[in-house]
């Protein structure tokens, strides 16, 4: 009697769940915790920083800069109507286009640059990138999407001029989208880019890592900033950064300038794109902190001034163009 007792009681007692199964949920549920929190981390350091319409303080006219230029209005592929700003040159041999920096200065800012280069016989059209003044959208696409803006202007450019010689010519996360630019638009015939990122990746890992960050993590959490990238601009995206595009050029002409004190983007972003970039790519270093490359600041409103700068740029359009 006490037997059968005994034997009900078991059976009605639920059955224990084997203990491996237990820590294998345990594991499973962390990864998953941990995965959502590296994904977590791009979002919330990353969406101030791109998810805003840059206007910016200073906004500069062709007549400051004793020139004429005229606004036109870009259309791009995605249907955001993008603004810009042209100056002509009599005769020209060719057409640069300008493209300036993540949050500044406003690309108007180039109209110096645009002034030497048409008494040289260039012209140019300035192009203020999405999300940025008076162009559309109100997400900055880190260089993955601005390309889009950019092929916007060759088409312009070709339709009003013909068959032209088209040089892209980018600052900061202008630098790396020109870049990107020329890899994927085969009508752009040369580059200057100035303080370009190698990858937006690069430059969340750096940061990290001068955060004091361990570096152990901070490489664990590098893959996940390029795929939230992809998930934030679209996956089409994901091949689309310098080191990759600059591998493209093919014989086209480029020169890439870089500080080596730059605090902004590091020296180690030019070194990665120059590793990757063909041969006879030219680049222009300077030794101190000059993210925008003239000596001073003030110069690149003016960069006749800076005559080292000038000379190297006018030099590399007059040898190639």
């Known amino acids: 009697m006490d037997e059968l007792k005994s034997q009900e009681i078991q059976q009605s007692l639920p059955k224990r769940k084997p203990r491996h199964k237990k820590v294998l949920f345990i594991i499973a549920l962390l990864i998953i915790i941990a995965i959502a929190f590296?994904?977590?981390?791009?979002?919330?350091?990353?969406?101030?920083m791109v998810n805003m319409h840059v206007n910016s303080n200073k906004i500069y006219l062709p007549e400051d800069f004793g020139i004429i230029g005229e606004k036109v209005l870009l259309v791009t592929e995605d249907n955001l109507k993008i603004a810009s700003y042209k100056v002509e040159a009599e005769n020209p041999r060719g057409?640069?286009?300008?493209?300036?920096?993540?949050?500044?200065?406003?690309?108007?800012a180039f109209y110096g640059h645009a002034k030497i280069l048409q008494e040289n016989g260039?012209?140019?059209?300035?192009?203020?990138?999405?999300?940025?003044?008076e162009s559309e959208g109100n997400v900055i696409c880190l260089g993955y999407k601005e390309y889009l803006d950019v092929k916007a202007a060759v088409l312009h450019i070709e339709n009003d001029y013909g068959d032209i010689p088209i040089i892209v010519y980018g600052l900061s996360m202008g630098g790396a989208a020109a870049i990107n630019s020329i890899g994927e638009i085969e009508g752009i015939d040369g580059l200057i880019s100035m303080s370009a990122y190698s990858s937006f990746e690069d430059v969340f890992y750096e940061s990290m890592i001068n955060m004091g960050l361990p570096i152990i993590y901070v490489k664990v959490q590098k893959p996940f900033?390029?795929?939230?990238?992809?998930?934030?601009?679209?996956?089409?995206?994901?091949?689309?950064?310098?080191?990759?595009?600059?591998?493209?050029?093919?014989?086209?002409?480029?020169?890439?300038?870089?500080?080596?004190?730059?605090?902004?983007?590091?020296?180690?972003?030019?070194?990665?794109?120059?590793?990757?970039?063909?041969?006879?790519?030219?680049?222009?270093?300077?030794?101190?902190?000059?993210?925008?490359?003239?000596?001073?600041?003030?110069?690149?409103?003016?960069?006749?001034?800076?005559?080292?700068?000038?000379?190297?740029?006018?030099d590399f359009l007059n040898k190639n163009f």
């Open 38 to 48: 590296l994904l977590a981390v791009p979002h919330l350091i990353i969406k101030d």
């Open 95 to 108: 057409v640069v286009i300008f493209l300036s920096g993540i949050h500044n200065p406003s690309v108007t």
């Open 122 to 133: 260039f012209g140019s059209i300035l192009v203020e990138m999405r999300a940025h003044g």
């Open 225 to 314: 900033v390029k795929l939230y990238n992809a998930f934030k601009f679209g996956f089409k995206t994901i091949g689309i950064n310098p080191i990759s595009e600059i591998k493209k050029l093919g014989n086209r002409p480029a020169l890439i300038m870089h500080s080596k004190g730059d605090s902004e983007v590091s020296f180690s972003n030019f070194e990665r794109i120059m590793d990757n970039a063909p041969k006879h790519v030219e680049s222009f270093v300077r030794t101190g902190d000059n993210h925008f490359i003239v000596k001073d600041e003030e110069d690149f409103l003016n960069p006749q001034a800076d005559k080292e700068y000038s000379k190297c740029v006018l």
